[in-house]
């Protein structure tokens, strides 16, 4: 294991005490103050009105769906009827909201001047996993053995955050990296790059 110098273990301490634990619903709203990132969560049908208690169910069908809580945990948790959550998930919580609410806070995190103090975003670290699974997926290409895998690539840069995804044509662009070194489609570099967001400026 790696000495830690004594003053680093003393700034790390000095640094931990100054950031308070929040529940993580206090994080969320405070992120959102920040970012407005759960406007970015639309009706599917093109619901305009947003009622006052959008927010509070949006934060708690996100919470519910990304732990083991669920949405039935949630409910009793929060206090929230579970058909309002239910009903607040189908309706506003969808692959493309996600996906424009990442865009939101990792273009907000890349725009704070502390970001640039962890590196230049250059530098990255990428794990890349295979999922068995059964049956057909158009996200599972078929493996060796006759078996079809999902491929799933986590990226962090040394920025300390995901990356952002450059135009089309970039040669670091990581959707063109997974065409010339796994051989894909652009639509399969696209599907199994899930970590990847979309830079919008």
Same mark, same amino acid.
């Given at each position: 294991?790696?000495? &830690?110098? =004594? ?20 994080? $969320? ?9 759960? @406007? ?10 947003? !009622?006052?208690? $959008?927010?509070? !169910? %949006?934060? #708690?069908?996100?919470?519910? +769906?990304?732990?083991?809580?669920? +949405?039935?945990?949630? *409910? ?12 607040? *998930? ?14 939101? %806070? ?9 970001? #640039?103090?962890?590196? !230049?975003?250059?530098? =990255?670290?990428? @794990? ?8 057909? =997926? ?5 493996? /060796? ?8 690539? @986590?990226?962090?840069? @040394?920025?300390?955050? %995901? ?20 051989? $894909?489609?652009?639509?399969? /570099? $696209? /599907?199994?790059?899930?970590? =990847? &967001? &979309?830079?919008?400026?």
């Amino acid at each position: 294991m790696e000495d &830690v110098p =004594s003053e680093a273990e003393e700034l790390h301490g000095e640094l931990e005490r100054m950031l308070p634990n929040l529940p993580i619903a206090s994080l $969320l709203v405070e992120m959102d103050r920040h970012t407005s990132f759960l @406007d970015c969560f639309t009706h599917a049908g093109g619901k305009q009105a947003r !009622s006052p208690q $959008l927010k509070k !169910s %949006l934060i #708690a069908c996100l919470i519910g +769906l990304s732990t083991n809580m669920g +949405l039935h945990g949630m *409910a009793s948790s929060c206090g929230i009827p579970y058909d309002v959550l239910a009903w607040t *998930a189908e309706w506003y919580i969808r692959e493309d909201t996600l996906r424009k609410a990442n865009i939101c %806070l990792v273009n907000y995190h890349h725009r704070l001047p502390m970001t #640039a103090m962890f590196g !230049s975003g250059t530098l =990255s670290s990428s @794990d890349g996993q295979r999922f068995p699974t059964r049956g057909k =997926s158009i996200t599972a290409p078929l493996q /060796a053995m006759r078996r079809s895998a999902i491929r799933v690539i @986590d990226i962090t840069q @040394d920025v300390q955050s %995901l990356p952002k995804e450059e135009r089309i044509g970039d040669p670091n662009n990581m959707v063109t990296v997974l065409e010339h070194h796994e051989h $894909l489609t652009r639509h399969q /570099a $696209l /599907a199994v790059l899930v970590t =990847s &967001v &979309v830079d919008t400026r």
